[in-house]
């Protein structure tokens, strides 16, 4: 049987590192504590023995650090150290930037979307030379601050930085564990672009009475967004879906034999159906190929305690569309705001949030992929899960594509750690057990790329 737990010591400095870093409150939304958590991701790199360099961008800073071996190839390995906002602050059981155990998982804010995988990472390359000496091949690191509000500033930085970004593969930035506890790995992303919609019925609030004869925007929002999708989620847009690619025979078997999990998602979610009562094979082909377009927020009127009888004259609700290969970013606004238009909503205002990014996915037979496969099934003692593509988003595009690289996922997160939402946590066992499976990819890494040093 393979290990399964990490040695005391190495356990210890990550929960400490991990603590650290947790405790700064590094929201991207609003810029809090971002120098700050750049440095002290600096220092935790510095302290492996990394040359690491504090990048400007027009936004948050990006940590980079490198360590070449002169002939050999290099491993890119991609973090962030922002995170989501803690709101609401009332659903979390201990405070959300303050590192706490209970129940054999470490929780706060990051600890596993992303501030774990990165401090995982870190002890998976001390336990490599702890073992085995130097790695016999170049290590860059790439840690951005503005993950979770699109990295706008990421795609111009990875084309000026590209000769130094060069690698032979990368390793993103979360994986894990599925439903079922199965290791779960990927190798490519959908991308996402961000809106909202205004809606202005009048120059100031009414009183309600007036309703019998003056709109309501809160009403006049409702209705457009309305118009969008069908009640089985289908997106009526027209347009929404030109030029998008059709998955390849490769991909669509990739996922027809993914083992269903539909289920237990149902129960962990607590979601009573799954639209258009998807089950199988036809809500995983969904899940990962179909993009979606997603009401994140509706924000209009009154919405404190008790009554006020107002007509609200100004509502705003927030967007999101989760985009597939070949979708653009650009076209999807354009589409609705046209959908928009030809359903008596010109009046309705489209505003683009942040910036907008691509869908990519990598070619699955690359051999920097298959030793991640194998990395996960040695560590795990069973076949992993193999996606073409997260169902999630990140700044993929300028890798895959800019960058040539071939990506894969891995880490040490679960279904049910509440990324992004209160509560969030990573298992002990899951953050062992991620752990050690990158140090298993290393080691492999090493028995191939060693040769050509």
């Given amino acids: 049987m393979s290990e399964t737990h990490l040695p005391e010591g190495a356990l210890t400095l990550a929960k400490e590192r991990l603590r650290h870093l947790v405790a700064q409150p590094s929201v991207a939304a609003d810029g809090r504590a971002i120098p700050e958590t ?22 948050a800073p990006v940590v980079f650090a490198q360590h070449r071996v002169e002939g050999a190839p290099t491993l890119l390995l991609y ?12 659903a979390w059981t201990s405070p959300p930037f303050e590192l706490t155990e209970r129940d054999g998982a470490w929780y706060g804010r990051g600890a596993a979307d992303d501030k774990g995988e990165l401090v995982s990472r870190l002890t998976a390359l ?74 202005r019925t009048a120059g100031r609030d009414l009183h309600s009475s007036y309703g019998a004869v003056a709109d309501d925007a809160g009403y006049r929002l409702a209705a457009a967004i309305a118009t969008l999708r069908d009640a089985d989620g289908r997106v009526t847009v027209e347009g929404f879906v030109d030029g998008v690619e059709t998955p390849n025979a490769q991909d669509v078997a990739l996922v027809d034999a993914l083992p269903d999990e539909d289920d237990e998602l149902a129960r962990t979610f607590e979601i009573p159906r799954w639209l258009q009562d998807r089950k199988g094979t036809d809500w995983a082909r969904a899940l990962y190929f179909e993009p979606t377009l997603n009401v994140n927020g509706i924000h209009v009127g009154y919405g404190g305690e008790g009554a006020k009888t107002v007509l609200p004259a100004h509502g705003v609700a927030k967007l999101d569309v989760r985009l597939v290969p070949d979708q653009d970013p650009d076209h999807v606004l354009t589409a609705v705001r046209r959908h928009l238009d030809a359903h008596g909503f010109g009046d309705v205002e489209i505003v683009p949030l942040q910036h907008a990014e691509r869908a990519a996915r990598s070619n699955m037979t690359d051999p920097f992929v298959q030793h991640a496969i194998a990395a996960l099934e040695e560590t795990y ?37 509440r990324i992004h939402g209160p509560n969030e946590h990573v298992r002990i066992h899951d953050f062992e057990r991620g752990t050690l499976a990158t140090l298993r990819f290393l080691e492999r890494l090493a028995g191939e790329w060693g040769e050509t040093a």
Avoid at 43 to 56: M, P
Avoid at 153 to 175: K, M, N, S, T
Avoid at 381 to 403: K, T, W, Y
Wanted: aromatic fraction near 8%.
């Fill in 126 to 199: 001390r336990l490599y030379r702890e073992r085995h000496g130097d790695l016999p091949f170049g290590v860059t690191f790439l840690v951005e601050g503005e993950e979770e509000i699109g990295s706008p500033p990421l795609p111009d930085y990875v084309e000026q930085h590209a000769e130094r970004l060069a690698a032979d593969g990368c390793i993103w930035e979360f994986g894990g564990v599925d439903a079922y506890d199965r290791p779960v790995t990927y190798s490519g992303m959908k991308g996402i672009v961000t809106f909202e919609l205004h809606a």
């Fill in 79 to 90: 973090n962030h150290y922002d995170v989501q906002p803690e709101d609401p602050v009332d």
């Fill in 38 to 59: 750049a440095e002290a991701v600096a220092t935790l790199l510095r302290e492996e023995g990394f040359e690491a360099e504090l990048h400007a961008t027009p936004g």
């Fill in 381 to 417: 003692d069973q076949a992993p899960v193999v996606l073409p593509n997260s169902a999630g988003s990140g700044p993929i595009h300028p890798f895959v594509v800019g960058l040539g690289v071939s990506v894969v996922g891995m880490g040490c997160g679960y279904p049910g750690s």
